[in-house]
Structure formats: structure tokens, C-alpha cells
């Protein structure tokens, strides 16, 4: 599975990243309003887990939420945002570690299992790393230590277009209708009206204006850009 190698790959920038920050790093603050690198190291420890409850469901047929609470997200990154540094690493590590092995658990057939995403939808198991690699690769940008969209491979950037694009549809003005589009990737629609714009560029640029992690400056805009409703 593509999205597994996405994973893999995204999970080694972001330890390597990790690994090099300072100690005080940990209380300095993210690119996420109110959050420091400690409360983002810590949802990337708690997300990973969360989704290893996902897997696990798929696998063993038992009902297994993301999180016993709608309260337990928000109170397990509160709990964990102030441990040291190298507290923090391991959590990374390890949790990483538990995912891939959940992973690898699944045969083909629990792949296609239904599970319910943290937000209620019911989504095949299939669905759940890509909900991983979206985490790991968005999270290392916020991180704020020099790495930005682009590092994003071309194909997950894309397929985040389509993902995002696909959330905003619902959420836009109506009448909205923006063609994006990326040479060799083809074409998205962002809302449902006729088109009024069209956004062209490189997949990572479209991701970051989308996503609220970049402007765009770097995209080929004819039209009237719509505004878009905040992104996580």
C-alpha cells in the first residue's frame, strides 16, 4: 500500500527533525495557535494510537473508538504537552512503532472492514492511513523547524488536494465553483457551482494555500480566489 511507504518515509523526516531540536524546543510554540512543539509532539503520539484503536477494530470485529471521550483528545495533549524532550522523542518513536505493527497485522479482507473515524464517519479501514500519513506529513511543517510544504511528496500533495477540496465543497459559499489543477495530477473542483476561478501549480502549493500553510504566491490564479473556511 502506497500510503503505508508515505507513512514510513514521512515518520523518518519527522523523527529526524525531532531528534535534532534542542531541549527547550519543547515549550517553544508550533505553527498552531495556543499549541507549543509539545503539545504537537504529543497529538502525534496520541493520533498514532488512536488509529492503532481503528486497526485493532478492523482486525478483531470489536467496536474500538479512537478515543473512550469526546474529552480524552484534548485532555491526553494537555497531560503530555510539558514532558521533557526526550520523553517526548520515545512517545514518537514508539507509537510510530505500534501503528506500523497494527498495520501489518490486518489481512486483505480486514482491510475493507468499516470503522468509525474520530469525527463519526464510517470509513472502510483502508481509510486509516491515509488519515496517518496526512498527520505526519502536516504536523512536521508545523513543527517550525524550516521544513515547509514542499517537502511533501508530489502524489500525497495531490491526494491532500483532493481530500481537503473535497471537506471545503460543503463548506463554501454557494455558487462557489474553483477549478485547481496541477500538471501531470489533473484536475479538482472546490464547491459545486459553475466555475468562476481556476488555481494552477505545483501539488505541494495548492496543499499549503489550502490547508492554510502558505498564500498563493506560487500558484497561477485566474478569477476570483473564494474564501475558505479553516482547515486542521
Known amino acids: 500500500m502506497k500510503v503505508l511507504d508515505w507513512i514510513a518515509d514521512g515518520q523518518v523526516r519527522l523523527q529526524r527533525a525531532i531528534d535534532a531540536l534542542p531541549p527547550h524546543a519543547v515549550t517553544e510554540p508550533s505553527a498552531l495557535p495556543g499549541w507549543t512543539r509539545g503539545h504537537l509532539l504529543t497529538h502525534l503520539a496520541r493520533n498514532a494510537d ?38 517526548q522523542r520515545a512517545d514518537v518513536r514508539e507509537s ?32 486509516v492511513p491515509w488519515l496517518r500519513a496526512r498527520e505526519v506529513w502536516i504536523h512536521l511543517v508545523d513543527l517550525r523547524v524550516g521544513v515547509g510544504m514542499d517537502v511533501l511528496p508530489p502524489d500525497l500533495a495531490w491526494a491532500l488536494v483532493g481530500d481537503v477540496a473535497g471537506w471545503m465543497t460543503a463548506r463554501v459559499d454557494p455558487g462557489t465553483g474553483v477549478e485547481l489543477s496541477a500538471d501531470g495530477h489533473g484536475t479538482v473542483a472546490l464547491g459545486a457551482g459553475p466555475v468562476g476561478a481556476t488555481v494552477a501549480g505545483p501539488p505541494y502549493a495548492l496543499a499549503a494555500w489550502l490547508t492554510g500553510r502558505g498564500t498563493a504566491a506560487d500558484l497561477r490564479v485566474t478569477g476570483e480566489l473564494p474564501h475558505l473556511p479553516h482547515w486542521l
Open 50 to 87: 488512536a488509529l492503532v484503536n481503528l486497526l485493532t477494530w478492523a482486525r478483531t470485529g470489536i467496536p474500538t473508538p479512537m478515543y473512550a471521550s469526546p474529552d480524552q483528545r484534548a485532555t491526553d495533549i494537555e497531560a503530555g504537552a510539558g514532558r521533557p524532550l526526550t520523553e
Open 96 to 127: 510510530a512503532e505500534r501503528f506500523r505493527k497494527a498495520a501489518e497485522a490486518l489481512s486483505a479482507d480486514d482491510w475493507s472492514a468499516t470503522v468509525t473515524s474520530g469525527t463519526g464517519r464510517q470509513i472502510p479501514a483502508s481509510e
